[in-house]
C-alpha cells in the first residue's frame, strides 16, 4: 500500500518536472498550470527543483551578449577573371599538346616520310654519294626471265635489286608477270668474294619454304664491285645451277639448263632514293610547340590570376 | 529604412542595403555561433558563412521574421561547422576561455566572478546535445519565443518545449555537480 503510494507520487513528481520549464515559462495551459501547483505545494523536492531551474533560467538572462571583433558584411563579389575563357583555354592547350604529341610520335616513327621518286639518282654520280642513314641505295639491273614453258615466248622484262649492303642482305628479283618472286642473301664468301644466293618464294606469302634454290659465285674485281659473273659461276650442288656467259651476264638456269633469268650486269647502275620528310613537317612540329607554349602560358596566367582574386575576395570576406 | 524596405533592396541587388541588415542582425547571428561553438574564431567563420550564404540566397527569402530566417541559416552554419570540428578537432569546446567586456559599474571582484561564471555556463552549455544547446541558447540566453525557437530550429514548438526541457535540467545537473549553486539552491541528485 505504502510502496504504491509511493510510486504514484514519484509519477506525480516525474510529471510535474516535465512541466516546469513551461510552468516557469508561462507557456502551460490552466488545467496544467493548476496541476503543477497543486503538486508543489505538497512536494518539497520539486519546489527545490524549481527554484533551481528558475536560478539557471535567470543564470542564463544574465549573460551578457558577446561582441564580434570584426563586421560581417558581404564583399561585393566581382566576376572572378577568365570564368568563360579558362576552361576554353584549357580545351586548346590540352588539344593543341595532343596534337603535338601525335605529330611528334609519327615523326618518331617515320610516318610522314616519302621517298621522292625526284631524288634517284643513277650511275657513278650515286656510287661516290655519301648517303645518309635515312636514305636508300641500291643496285638495279635490268634483265628478262623466259618463259620456260614455251621457249619462243616473249621474256619478260626482269629487275634485280640488290641493296647497297655488304652482307647478309636480301635481294629481290621483281617481276611484273611471274607469280613468283625471287629472293637473295648476299653473304661475304671466302676470300671476299661477295656471294649471292637467291632462292624463289612466294610473292604472296614472302614465304621461302619449299622454294627452289639458286647458287651463284662470282669472283669480284669487275665492273662495278657487286656483280662479277663471268665465267665463274660454279654449280652449288644443287639441282639448279648459274651459268656464266660472256659479257657481264648473271644468268639463271633451271636444272633443264633452260636459261630462266638473264641480267646484264654492264647496265647494272646504282639508285639512291632519299627518304625524305615532308616540307611541312617541322614548320608544323615547331608551329604545334609555339602554339602549346603560348596557350600553356596564357592558361597558367589566367589561373594565377583567378586564384588571387579568390584569395582576394576570401580575404576582403574575413576582414 | 526599415528591415522590410532593406530586404527588398536587397532583393534587388543593393549589397550596401543588405550589409546595413548584416550590421543589425550580426551581434545576434554571432551570438548564437558562438553560444554553440565555444570558440570566437569558428563563431566568426560561421557567421561570415552565414551572411554569405544569406545574400546569395536573399531573393528566396518569402517575407515573414528577417531575424527568424538569419538565425535559421546560421544555425545551419553552425551545425556544418560542428561537423567540421567533429571531423578535425581543433580545441575541445569546453576549454575555451572569453573575456566579456568589463562593465564600467562593476569592482574588479564582480568581474572576475561575472566572467568565470560566464565560463562555467559556456562549459554546461557543452554538455548539452547540440539541438538542446541551440534551443536554450535561442531561448534563455537570447530570449526568443517558443515558436520562434520552432522557426530557427525547424521543429514544432512541443518539441522546442522539451528540448529547453531537458537542456536546462542538464545545465542545472552541471552546476549542481560542480557544486556552483548558491547555498539555499544546492540541489543533490
Redesign the interface.
Known amino acids: 500500500m505504502w510502496r504504491a503510494f509511493r510510486r504514484s507520487e514519484k509519477d506525480e513528481c516525474s510529471k510535474a518536472?516535465?512541466l516546469?520549464?513551461?510552468y516557469l515559462?508561462r507557456?502551460l495551459n490552466s488545467e496544467e498550470a493548476t496541476r503543477v501547483e497543486g503538486h508543489l505545494k505538497t512536494c518539497p523536492g520539486c519546489r527545490?527543483?524549481l527554484?533551481?531551474?528558475r536560478?539557471?533560467?535567470a543564470?542564463?538572462?544574465r549573460?551578457?551578449?558577446?561582441?564580434?571583433?570584426?563586421?560581417?558584411?558581404?564583399a561585393?563579389v566581382r566576376p572572378l577573371p577568365g570564368r568563360r575563357a579558362l576552361p576554353a583555354l584549357r580545351f586548346a592547350t590540352a588539344g593543341v599538346v595532343l596534337l603535338l604529341v601525335l605529330a611528334f610520335a609519327a615523326d618518331q616513327t617515320n610516318q610522314f616520310q616519302r621517298s621522292d621518286p625526284s631524288t634517284l639518282s643513277y650511275g657513278p654520280a650515286a656510287m661516290s654519294y655519301q648517303r645518309s642513314e635515312e636514305e636508300e641505295a641500291y643496285w638495279l639491273v635490268e634483265g628478262v626471265k623466259n618463259s620456260t614453258d614455251s621457249p619462243s615466248g616473249t621474256p619478260t622484262p626482269v629487275n634485280l635489286v640488290v641493296p647497297d649492303q655488304t652482307d647478309n642482305v636480301y635481294v629481290a628479283v621483281s617481276s611484273l608477270s611471274t607469280s613468283g618472286i625471287v629472293w637473295g642473301v648476299m653473304e661475304a664468301g671466302a676470300g671476299d668474294v661477295p656471294q649471292l644466293v637467291l632462292t624463289e618464294g612466294e610473292e604472296e606469302t614472302g614465304s621461302r619454304e619449299n622454294t627452289e634454290e639458286f647458287a651463284v659465285l662470282s669472283d669480284s674485281g669487275d665492273t662495278q664491285g657487286k656483280f662479277a659473273a663471268n665465267g665463274a659461276a660454279v654449280p652449288s650442288g644443287l639441282d639448279s645451277i648459274i651459268e656464266g656467259q660472256e659479257g657481264s651476264f648473271l644468268n639463271i638456269l633451271s636444272s633443264d639448263n633452260e636459261v630462266l633469268y638473264s641480267f646484264n650486269l654492264s647496265d647494272s647502275r646504282r639508285e639512291v632514293r632519299a627518304a625524305r620528310e615532308n616540307a611541312w613537317l617541322r614548320p608544323l612540329e615547331y608551329g604545334l610547340l609555339g602554339m602549346a607554349v603560348l596557350l600553356g602560358a596564357a592558361t597558367g596566367a589566367l589561373w594565377l590570376r583567378r586564384r588571387r582574386a579568390r584569395a582576394a575576395e576570401a580575404g576582403a570576406?574575413?576582414n | 529604412m526599415d528591415d522590410i524596405e532593406l530586404i527588398r533592396a536587397s532583393q534587388d541587388g543593393d549589397l550596401d542595403s543588405f550589409n546595413e541588415l548584416v550590421r543589425r542582425h550580426q551581434k545576434m547571428a554571432y551570438n548564437l555561433a558562438f553560444r554553440m561553438l565555444g570558440d570566437s574564431q569558428a563563431a566568426e567563420d560561421a557567421t561570415q558563412e552565414a551572411f554569405f550564404s544569406a545574400w546569395k540566397n536573399v531573393r528566396r527569402f518569402r517575407g515573414g521574421s528577417f531575424k527568424a530566417w538569419v538565425l535559421q541559416i546560421t544555425a545551419n552554419a553552425c551545425r556544418d561547422q560542428l561537423r567540421r570540428l567533429k571531423r578535425r578537432p581543433v580545441v575541445p569546446l569546453e576549454s575555451l576561455p572569453y573575456d566579456p567586456p568589463a562593465l564600467s559599474t562593476e569592482s574588479p571582484e564582480d568581474y572576475a566572478v561575472r566572467k568565470d561564471m560566464g565560463e562555467h555556463v559556456q562549459r554546461g552549455l557543452a554538455t548539452l546535445s547540440h539541438e538542446q544547446r541551440m534551443a536554450v541558447t535561442l531561448c534563455d540566453i537570447q530570449g526568443l519565443s517558443y515558436e520562434e525557437v520552432g522557426e530557427v530550429m525547424g521543429c514544432s514548438v512541443g518539441t522546442v518545449k522539451s528540448r529547453i526541457n531537458r537542456g536546462r535540467c542538464h545545465l542545472r545537473d552541471y552546476f549542481a555537480k560542480m557544486e556552483l549553486f548558491p547555498p539555499g539552491l544546492r540541489h543533490n541528485k
Open positions: 518536472r516535465e516546469l520549464s513551461g515559462d507557456r527545490e527543483e527554484e533551481s531551474l536560478a539557471i533560467v543564470l542564463l538572462h549573460l551578457p551578449e558577446v561582441a564580434p571583433s570584426r563586421s560581417f558584411a558581404v561585393p570576406g574575413k
